[in-house]
């Protein structure tokens, strides 16, 4: 089971920012450890969006940001485009697990 | 361009042993600050890390706690693949299969580069 949590969907306009968060707990993202996301559209292979709770590869839009608190990290989208629904998923590593854990998963609409 | 490339059997019974392999192209098996896992997802355990393994002065292979007396993932060099092998399968082993590229960076490790996939069922 997934280790980190999600809110099932988010939805918005084109052109509005939409926020999904992660919360995790003192094991993993509160241990301090990264926390990365991830684009996966149904039949594709998931894309690394944000890499170390806020760096982009080379190619992803600066609409997509990252951040993290605590135990709990967010990633945004600004700009919301009709491209950009899809799932996220976060993922982090977890020391009482001594592995690495997901989210349960984002569907995000445009609507 | 990197290319994952996985192969394996959809069907696998109960008991038996799943077998995929990964074939990269593009990135070496062995080169040092790559790691290759597998990772798997199904709708009632989310996505799970299954294990990897990496060559840094030697190989190295970390398994996940859930599986780690059923799996064994092997990296061929001869082939510059990576293979997984899960043991005595359940039904609840189904699942999309992937084969994931991992990056070093000064922070720790991240992954790169998936798959597409491939779906495993275990039924008779």
């Known amino acids: 089971q997934s280790v980190l949590t999600q809110p099932p969907s988010v939805s918005g306009a084109p052109g509005q920012r939409v926020t999904i968060s992660c919360t995790g707990s003192s094991s993993n993202i509160g241990a301090n450890y990264d926390v990365h996301w991830f684009q996966h559209l149904p039949g594709t292979a998931p894309k690394l969006l944000i890499y170390g709770n806020s760096n982009r590869p080379s190619g992803v839009p600066d609409r997509f940001s990252g951040s993290k608190s605590g135990t709990s990290a967010s990633l945004a989208i600004t700009g919301l485009q009709a491209e950009d629904e899809a799932g996220y998923f976060c993922q982090s590593y977890d020391d009482s697990l001594s592995g690495y854990v997901f989210g349960t998963g984002t569907q995000v609409t445009v609507l | 361009q990197v290319q994952l490339q996985q192969s394996g059997p959809g069907l696998v019974k109960p008991s038996q042993t799943l077998s995929l392999t990964c074939d990269i192209s593009?990135?070496?098996?062995?080169?040092?600050?790559?790691?290759w896992n597998w990772i798997r997802q199904s709708p009632s355990r989310g996505l799970e890390w299954l294990g990897r393994t990496f060559y840094s002065s030697k190989w190295t292979n970390q398994y996940g706690e859930a599986v780690k007396s059923r799996v064994t993932i092997s990296p061929d060099t001869s082939k510059n693949q990576i293979s997984l092998q899960l043991n005595s399968v359940i039904p609840e082993d189904t699942a999309m299969y992937y084969c994931v590229r991992q990056s070093s960076w000064h922070r720790g490790w991240y992954f790169d580069l998936w798959g597409r996939g491939t779906l495993v069922t275990v039924s008779s």
């Open positions: 593009g990135d070496s098996v062995s080169r040092d600050g790559a790691g």
